[in-house]
């Protein structure tokens, strides 16, 4: 976003390699997909960017076929989309979930249940909207994958990004920064021991030529393909 300031990234480097919504303005793409920010525990107007991401959500509707938002992106585009707020949770939401499939659709065709990693401080309570179909959810991790025909988009609440070591390296990071932390779920064997997963199974395919990767456009051809982790 161009109202934002990146902490971790050189602005040079942004500037040579990502665009701004500005200057993709008045091209129109396959596919979007916008990730998440370590901002869940703020409201959604004290996000520096927040009136930036409310533009950008706004210029799909006419500029780009689907969209996949994850995470806090999710939260943050069923809030712009539909006015349905998160819940922050007083403990963090981590580990692997298993969530029932509570629809069939393309999207979940062939699933019984699907396994989700998840990292977050809140959640989406029940939804209750005609136009915001769950597909699938947990007891505990609440609704996780919700789609809706209306803005042509895909809301995932968990990371189907996350590789094998990337909750215990997160686990590691907090309990060395003191953070209140517990052990993630459904992710150790009973000897604490991790049990490689293997990252299996294409949910979703969208060709897309540009990916909104957190703060920036990059132009990159992606498949994006959601990971099933198998993990015991």
Request: some cysteine.
């Amino acid at each position: 976003m161009a109202t934002h300031h990146s902490k971790h990234t050189p602005e040079a480097k942004l500037q040579q390699f990502y665009a701004v919504l500005a200057d993709v303005y008045d091209h129109h793409f396959d596919g979007m997909v916008v990730t998440g920010a370590p901002v869940e525990e703020l409201q959604y107007k004290q996000v520096d960017y927040w009136n930036e991401f409310k533009t950008l959500l706004n210029w799909r509707h006419d500029h780009v076929r689907e969209s996949i938002f994850e995470c806090w992106a999710a939260q943050a585009g069923i809030y712009a989309d539909f006015g349905i707020n998160k819940r922050i949770i007083s403990q963090k939401l981590f580990g692997v979930y298993r969530c029932r499939i509570d629809q069939q659709t393309e999207l979940t065709a062939g699933f019984n249940q699907l396994s989700m990693p998840q990292s977050r401080h809140a959640t989406l309570g029940h939804i209750n909207d005609p136009q915001l179909d769950v597909l699938a959810s947990d007891p505990e991790a609440g609704p996780v994958v919700l789609a809706s025909k209306q803005t042509r988009s895909t809301y995932l609440s968990g990371h189907p990004e996350y590789e094998t070591n990337t909750l215990f390296n997160e686990f590691n990071r907090d309990r060395e920064k003191g953070l209140p932390i517990q052990m993630p779920k459904n992710y150790f064997s009973a000897s604490n021991q991790l049990i490689p997963g293997k990252m299996t199974a294409s949910v979703c395919m969208i060709i897309g030529y540009t990916v909104c990767c957190g703060y920036r456009f990059k132009y990159i051809k992606i498949r994006f393909i959601m990971h099933q982790p198998i993990i015991k």
